[in-house]
């Protein structure tokens, strides 16, 4: 993680590798690994990448305050970062277009089922975090925990500023700071999300 944000520090950060790092510290959160289980492996924390990323491409296209361009920014800079991740993983020039189409199609599913979730147009919510990221036999509470988890985060930025995504800082929640009971998405976020 030292060498991700040393990359950025070597020149001066875009708006959108600002954002990126502020989604990668986002879905670091101990938290996510302790408290909500999540696998802490390289395919549980790609796909807390995945979420996180999500929550916030989506709250840039789909917001109060959009910012199309800057969503589509912040999408390239993460295949960007997973070339270079996956070169620096020891991974052929060969093998990197084939694993890389593997991952942004990992990434466009969760994208389309995390969306159609919240328009009630797919599968709950719950069913595909606990598909996409739980073990079989995993404890059924955890991605129930999970979603209301992206759903306060969904909430949380979708009442940002976009200046705040501009300035790569958006308020991502610390995981742990969940209330124990989480609340229904706010009615300003079930609209955003039709």
């Given amino acids: ?5 040393a990359r950025f520090a070597r020149h001066q950060a875009t708006p959108a590798e600002a954002l990126y790092a502020s989604v990668v510290a986002a879905s670091r959160q101990k938290a996510l690994y302790d408290t909500y289980g999540v696998p802490d492996t390289l395919e549980g924390r790609f796909e807390m990448l995945a979420m996180h990323l999500f929550a916030c491409v989506h709250s840039l296209t789909l917001g109060h305050q959009k910012d199309p361009e800057l969503a589509r920014d912040v999408a390239e800079v993460f295949v960007q970062e997973m070339d270079t991740t996956l070169r620096e993983m020891g991974i052929s020039d060969k093998r990197v277009p084939r694993r890389m189409k593997a991952l ?5 599913g969760r994208l389309g089922a995390y969306g159609a979730s ?11 975090l606990g ?3 739980y073990d079989e036999g995993a ?9 209301a ?3 306060f985060v969904l909430a949380e930025l ?31 976020a079930s609209e955003i999300a039709r």
């Fill in 131 to 133: 598909r996409n990221i």
């Fill in 139 to 147: 404890d059924p509470d955890l991605p129930v925990r999970l979603a």
């Fill in 1 to 5: 993680m030292r060498r991700f944000f």
């Fill in 104 to 108: 942004f199609s990992a990434y466009g």
């Fill in 118 to 128: 919240l328009t009630g147009e797919g599968e709950p919510l719950e069913e595909v």
């Fill in 158 to 188: 979708q009442e940002a500023p976009v200046a705040a995504f501009r300035e790569g800082r958006p308020p991502f929640p610390p995981a742990h700071d969940l209330p124990a009971a989480a609340p229904p998405p706010s009615p300003a």
């Fill in 149 to 151: 988890y992206l759903r």
